[in-house]
């Protein structure tokens, strides 16, 4: 009945900027970490953001300084936006959150972010 869903990929241009988004449905959103994960083709899995109950914020070194991950509870959503595109942002990103005690661990079905040189 929990579940994560991704909108806003695409095709951008380097340099160029993408806003995604992923909504909670039948979880207790403002209780959950939530994560961006990505990955690219032969690539591992790579934790690209996370923001926690707290609002406490990670971020990749590779993308440092170029994307923000915020969340609005009212809305149950997280949103990661992408500045300064790179051409190795190019991967399936996707919404996550970790397991607790009280809530199971949650994927999204990822949504394609395509940059172009």
């Known amino acids: 009945q929990a579940q994560l869903a991704e909108s806003g990929g695409g095709l951008e241009q380097a340099g160029g900027s993408l806003r995604l988004s992923c909504v909670a449905s039948g979880t207790t959103f403002s209780r959950r970490t939530m994560d961006w994960y990505r990955r690219a083709p032969g690539d591992q899995r790579e934790l690209v953001a996370r923001v926690d109950v707290d609002d406490n914020i990670e971020y990749a070194d590779s993308v440092k300084g170029r994307f923000t991950v915020s969340r609005d509870n009212a809305k149950n959503t997280v949103y990661l936006q992408m500045n300064s595109l790179k051409p190795e942002d190019t991967a399936i990103y996707y919404c996550?959150?970790?397991?607790?005690?009280?809530?199971?661990?949650?994927w999204g079905q990822g949504t394609l972010v395509a940059v172009s040189s």
């Open positions: 996550h959150s970790p397991r607790s005690f009280l809530y199971g661990e949650l």
